[in-house]
């Protein structure tokens, strides 16, 4: 019987613009590590990482909680904690850990879930941080690549996404307020205007038409959102700027990485994807902020590792 397994989950970017909770992207810019170890009793966990360590308020913790009493077990766990992704940024920080916690969960209780009950699990982690479920993030950790998540019952769609499609992330150094999602879900329209919602379904659409003929044109030309991105932009320093400048460098479409304040240029690989990376720090300069900007494809899901 294994006692102890480890799981690695990649970052991800959520919405793509129009696909406001439902599309996910794992990508390979940053990774969490969780390890899960079977203890006689109790949740416990174990960071050296600036994160809640009760397992109430803890991604993880709140996973392993909700999988222990669904499938009744009555080991304790201990969780290990090694943070990649940074937290508060749109690049799916709080589902890195909920993912690999999930899986690695599956693994040591060999319970064989499937992929659409891994995501449900997982999402409960989301609660930690966005106050509210939302299973775009998570699904693409754990599954990797492009996940279109449809809701009421729970099933994930994933496509493969063309080989040479890019991303270009720029993470701003900025203070991000706590419970950022929560904040940033707050300021979201609760109700749209029938254009905007034919605009952006039309985008949408296009965007998966896109992963499913592998043009990372047509994806990166369809990243145009009239209804959330406008109301959140104003929370991000000089979006506007990033935005126009990664346009004008080459970049196919450009928004909000999650719900910010990371921003996310879509390109290809045959593109000058260190001009679009550039013109988008200088967009940050422009009101005196630094950012790291980060060349990434499509990732893997969560997967075991093996040492
Ligand atoms: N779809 C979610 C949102 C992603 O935009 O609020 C949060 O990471």
């Not at 599309?23 to 006689?40: E, P, Q």
């Not at 600036?50 to 913790?61: L, Q, R, S, V, Y």
């Amino acid at each position: 019987m294994v006692s102890k397994i480890t799981v690695k989950a990649p970052s991800s970017t959520a919405n793509l613009g129009p696909g406001f909770d439902t599309f996910g992207l794992a990508i390979d810019a940053f990774y969490d590590k969780v390890t899960l170890t079977k203890t006689k009793k109790g949740i416990s966990i174990i960071t050296d990482d600036n994160i809640p360590t009760n397992p109430e308020n803890n991604t993880a913790g709140l996973v392993v909680k909700n999988m222990k009493k669904k499938f009744k077990i009555k080991n304790g766990i201990e969780i290990q904690i090694k943070k990649g992704i940074p937290a508060g940024f749109g690049m799916g920080s709080s589902a890195g850990s909920a993912a690999a916690t999930a899986v690695a969960f599956d693994k040591l209780f060999n319970l064989k879930l499937s992929s659409n009950q891994l995501v449900e699990f997982a999402g409960f982690g989301e609660k930690a941080s966005a106050g509210t479920i939302h299973y775009d993030n998570v699904a693409a950790s754990v599954l990797g690549g492009f996940v279109i998540v449809k809701t009421n019952p729970l099933n994930v769609i994933s496509i493969n996404s063309p080989t040479d499609l890019r991303m270009c992330v720029a993470v701003p150094k900025i203070d991000v307020p706590k419970k950022k999602t929560k904040v940033s879900r707050g300021v979201i329209p609760e109700k749209v205007k029938l254009v905007d919602s034919v605009q952006n379904l039309a985008n949408a659409s296009s965007i998966v038409a896109g992963f499913m003929k592998k043009d990372s044109e047509l994806i990166g030309n369809s990243i145009q959102d009239v209804i959330v991105e406008p109301a959140r932009q104003h929370m991000i320093p000089g979006y506007e700027k990033v935005k126009q400048n990664a346009l004008k460098a080459g970049a196919f479409g450009v928004t909000i990485s999650g719900a910010g304040p990371s921003v996310i240029a879509f390109s290809k690989s045959s593109f000058d994807l260190k001009k679009i990376c550039s013109a988008m720090s200088k967009g940050f300069k422009s009101k005196n902020i630094d950012c790291q900007t980060i060349i990434c494809k499509p990732s893997k899901g969560a997967i075991h590792q093996k040492k």
